[in-house]
């Protein structure tokens, strides 16, 4: 079966310094790649997402940038942390060839900006 | 594109009472509906899905969901609730075709009453 793993858990990191959380999956070959976030008593808000190896794309224009090094593995980065990156990001994946198929989610890092 | 409303922020319920979470779409082109929900600190897990067929979808935990083409809408519901079932629950849905993203709504908050 699938998994998805994402990780820190948790993570505090004061202004100005760089991001790197990661996350994989397994069991599944070629699969489409997420990152939201979702702030405090709100919906979530996709990021990132990816069809492929190398090919990101962005839906909102921020400091963070997302990577995909491995067909599996999906980072999302940032130089400078902002006060407003505080959030919970998420990670998901769903299956690349079929549209009807729901996306997975991982069990998320808390990222708090000191 | 897609658009989703949840039209309750929070639900409070007594314990084995019955609940309805409400969700509405709009789009100009045939969807794909899903529920997910999302404990304390935790990612999102899929309750249920609609795709075709019977508009009547079950799913875990003895949750159920009904689309409606003709009111777009697609409410979740279950006949008698349990405090385990405490958490946000969040109406997405997507374009049946091609890499479509998924559109959530911004989430229903439901707290059981013992």
């Known amino acids: 079966s699938q998994t998805i793993h994402q990780w820190p858990a948790t993570l505090v990191q004061p202004v100005g310094s760089p991001l790197s959380l990661e996350c994989t999956v397994e069991g599944t070959s070629n699969p489409n790649l997420y990152w939201y976030r979702q702030a405090a008593g709100r919906g979530l808000q996709l990021l990132f997402y990816s069809v492929g190896i190398g090919q990101i794309s962005s839906e909102v224009p921020q400091n963070l940038s997302a990577s995909r090094p491995q067909d599996r593995q999906f980072i999302l980065s940032s130089k400078k942390l902002l006060l407003s990156d505080s959030g919970f990001y998420l990670c998901a994946w769903s299956e690349g060839s079929y549209s009807n198929q729901p996306q997975h989610f991982g069990d998320g890092t808390r990222l708090s900006i000191l | 594109a897609q658009s989703v409303t949840q039209l309750d922020s929070q639900v409070p319920v007594f314990e084995e009472a019955p609940v309805e979470l409400r969700c509405n779409y709009s789009s100009s082109v045939s969807v794909y509906l899903f529920w997910y929900v999302q404990y304390p600190n935790q990612g999102l897990q899929l309750l249920l899905k609609y795709l075709s067929g019977s508009t009547l979808v079950k799913g875990i935990n003895g949750f159920e969901a009904e689309f409606n083409k003709s009111q777009t809408s697609f409410h979740l519901r279950k006949p008698s609730v349990h405090i385990s079932d405490t958490a946000e629950y969040f109406c997405?849905?997507?374009?049946?075709?091609?890499?479509?993203?998924?559109?959530f709504g911004t989430g229903t908050r439901l707290t059981i009453i013992p």
């Open positions: 997405a849905v997507k374009a049946n075709f091609g890499n479509e993203k998924l559109t």
